[in-house]
């Protein structure tokens, strides 16, 4: 079956500090990859999506490239900030061997302090 | 233009209690699903529907959980009688497009404690 595995928090870092979130992935085939974020006290919010090998998807300053040969799909940011506190949540979607699954890793927490 | 919306935001009862959550969708979206989060267990799917009818609800966890949705406007998700291992939180989310095109909007959550 699909499981998503994400590196565990909390991870705590200082304003404008370097982040990786790593995640890697198992699928049966070839799945669309997500992050999503969920800011304290609030549902879910897609942070950036990459849907097939070597893409990247980027928002808000967030990257993260769709790595086959690893399975794989981190999510970096240059220089974060207070307001990127949140809990972070890497997915994947394979549609045509789970259909509608969004299947989610555990959720890693990042807390960034001034 | 108004998110998904999930009422109540709070739920405290007693064990063996009926509880009902509440979701209302994104109007035009044709994908709903409902998810419980907990600490121990993470985010797990729970059922969802297209265009009103329940597809996969391979993740309820018991007879004592249900879920209808009356029109395209309206879903509940029932739990009788409750337990207080079922305490989390309980997330409605909608798509237009189900997963396949990834995004789901997530309501804020209802957070349920069974005594």
């Known amino acids: 079956g699909n499981s998503v595995t994400q590196m565990e928090g909390p991870v705590t870092l200082s304003e404008e500090a370097f982040l990786t979130i790593n995640c890697t992935y198992t699928a049966t085939g070839y799945p669309s990859l997500f992050w999503y974020v969920q800011y304290p006290g609030e549902g879910l919010q897609l942070l950036l999506k990459?849907?097939?090998?070597?893409d990247k998807g980027s928002n808000k300053g967030f990257e993260a490239t769709y790595r086959k040969e690893t399975t794989s799909f981190h999510l970096e940011k240059g220089s974060v900030q207070v307001s990127d506190s949140a809990v972070y949540f890497c997915a994947l979607s394979d549609f045509n061997n789970a259909g509608n699954m969004l299947t989610f890793g555990g959720g890693t927490r990042l807390m960034v302090k001034p | 233009d108004a998110g998904v919306i999930q009422s109540p935001r709070h739920e405290v009862t007693e064990m063996g209690q009926e509880v009902t959550l509440r979701c209302k969708p994104i109007s035009g979206h044709d994908y709903l699903f409902w998810y419980r989060q907990t600490m121990m267990r993470g985010l797990e799917l729970l059922i969802y529907f297209n265009n009103n009818v329940p597809i996969d609800d391979s993740g309820m966890p018991e007879d004592r959980f249900s879920a209808k949705m009356p029109n395209a406007s309206f879903s509940t998700l029932k739990i009788q009688p409750s337990e207080p291992r079922d305490s989390a939180v309980y997330f409605c989310?909608?798509?237009?497009?189900?997963?396949?095109?990834?995004?789901?909007?997530f309501g804020e959550g209802s957070r349920l404690t069974v005594l």
């Open positions: 989310a909608s798509s237009p497009h189900g997963t396949s095109k990834g995004e789901l909007f």
């Open positions: 990459a849907t097939k090998a070597d």
